[in-house]
């Protein structure tokens, strides 16, 4: 029976305070199933586990609900960096511990001290809530939850933990990040308003991944002088929106080239003005760069040749010794 109620009370404790709230209810259907459930919203009918975990489904998994039951569908949340934050402050404010930091930089794939970049949309973790059995451990959980033994560190972590064996009925935090939703999951998270909460779903960060396999490309394209192609490859970046300023800053680079060889000044002016505002610190090195860039650069951005980020700023001054 206290088996039951503690379960019961991971449950009830989950709603609403799982991450980032991103975590959404959703009201069974006559028929469904915790597997059924899990492959409609994530594509995936292993997560059937999640789902079970997250709601105190024990003895449930595979059987057939209530219709009109109340669940909680886990989901990761996502964060916008902003100036000034770090792991640590994000994790402190959005997972409940600064300490958490380094696993919150570890699932968006950085470390601990590095700062994440200025706009950068991350992903925060689903928190699951997990009572312990008798014989799990940081290895087990680690295992069954983030599909990787060596992924015990994590767990520990996260929970402070300085011991891999768990005590029975021991409460503990798993962070879940790898729960990308359907086209149905996100329709389901969008009636519920999950993803209006959560920054839009991750879909600044689709158009940031995508950046980081296509600047590289945009680069190789100027190198090789191939400026229409760069131009064209630039500017579709550029009109996916949500950027972070890294990234904008870089294919505003490469545009001030490209547009420079191409004769095209204003508009080189333009990219030049608009690679400034996104990182103030660029500098021009006159042995590196060449004439027309450096002319563009220190020409002055007219109301007819407008900033293709929409903000005109002050030319960059070339000086020596600085990146491209």
Not at 239 to 245: E, F, P, R, T
């Amino acid at each position: 029976m206290g088996r039951r109620l503690g379960w019961l009370a991971v449950g009830l404790v989950a709603f609403g305070l799982a991450g980032d709230a991103a975590a959404f209810p959703y009201v069974v259907r006559s028929g469904e199933t915790v597997a059924a459930i899990a492959e409609r919203m994530y594509g995936r009918v292993e997560l059937e586990r999640v789902v079970v975990v997250a709601n105190g489904l024990t003895g449930r998994r595979g059987s057939v609900l209530v219709a009109g039951q109340r669940l909680e569908i886990p989901a990761v949340g996502y964060h916008k960096v902003l100036p000034g934050d770090t792991w640590s402050s994000v994790a402190e404010e959005k997972l409940g511990d600064a300490k958490r930091g380094d696993v919150l930089a570890h699932v968006n794939d950085s470390q601990g001290w590095r700062r994440p970049e200025v706009g950068r949309e991350i992903v925060v973790p689903y928190n699951l809530r997990y009572v312990a059995d008798r014989g799990d451990s940081t290895q087990s959980l680690a295992y069954r939850f983030l599909a990787r033994r060596d992924a015990a560190w994590v767990v520990a972590s996260y929970n402070r933990l300085d011991r891999a064996l768990l005590r029975q009925g021991e409460v503990v935090l798993v962070p879940l990040s790898d729960l990308t939703l359907t086209a149905a999951g996100r329709d389901a998270a969008l009636t519920a308003g999950a993803l209006i909460r959560s920054e839009g779903g991750g879909a600044a960060r689709d158009a940031q991944l995508h950046a980081e396999s296509e600047v590289p490309r945009l680069v190789l394209d100027v190198r090789h002088g191939r400026y229409i192609e760069a131009v064209a490859r630039g500017s579709a970046l550029l009109a996916s929106s949500g950027l972070s300023q890294p990234q904008i800053a870089a294919v505003q680079r490469e545009l001030t080239e490209a547009y420079a060889a191409l004769d095209a000044t204003g508009l080189a002016t333009a990219a030049c003005a608009a690679w400034q505002r996104a990182d103030p610190q660029a500098v021009l090195d006159p042995v590196q760069h060449s004439p027309k860039i450096l002319a563009a650069c220190v020409a002055e951005v007219t109301p007819e040749e407008p900033d293709p980020a929409g903000v005109v700023t002050e030319p960059i001054d070339p000086v020596d010794g600085g990146a491209r």
